[in-house]
């Protein structure tokens, strides 16, 4: 079986998300993280994301790093 890596995070938004921003962000990921065969969730409440992240450590990692550097 091939390794699997995995993230769990919580982050709070710096700029404020509306409705459109949010499905323009989740339908990019979407996308994403399916050319890169990972799979999830994202969670939105109150100013607050929670996702979890799962696929290749190579991807997540790289995923990851995108994450971090995203303002
Ligand atoms: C809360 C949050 C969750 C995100 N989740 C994903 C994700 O699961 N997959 C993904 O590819 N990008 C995700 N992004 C977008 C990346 O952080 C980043 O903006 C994107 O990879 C950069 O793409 P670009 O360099 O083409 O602008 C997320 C952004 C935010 C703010």
Redesign the pocket.
């Known amino acids: 079986m091939a390794p699997l890596a995995c993230v769990l995070y919580l ?1 709070i938004e710096n700029e404020s998300f509306n409705e459109t921003s949010l499905k323009h ?1 989740v339908y ?2 979407q996308e ?2 399916k050319n890169h065969g990972i799979t999830g969730f ?1 969670y939105y409440k109150q100013n607050h ?1 929670f ?1 979890y ?1 799962e696929g290749a450590p190579d991807d997540v990692n790289t ?1 990851l790093e ?2 971090k550097k ?1 303002t």
Do not use: I, R, W, Y
């Open positions: 982050s962000l990019k990921a994403e993280n994202l994301f996702q992240l995923l995108n994450l995203d």
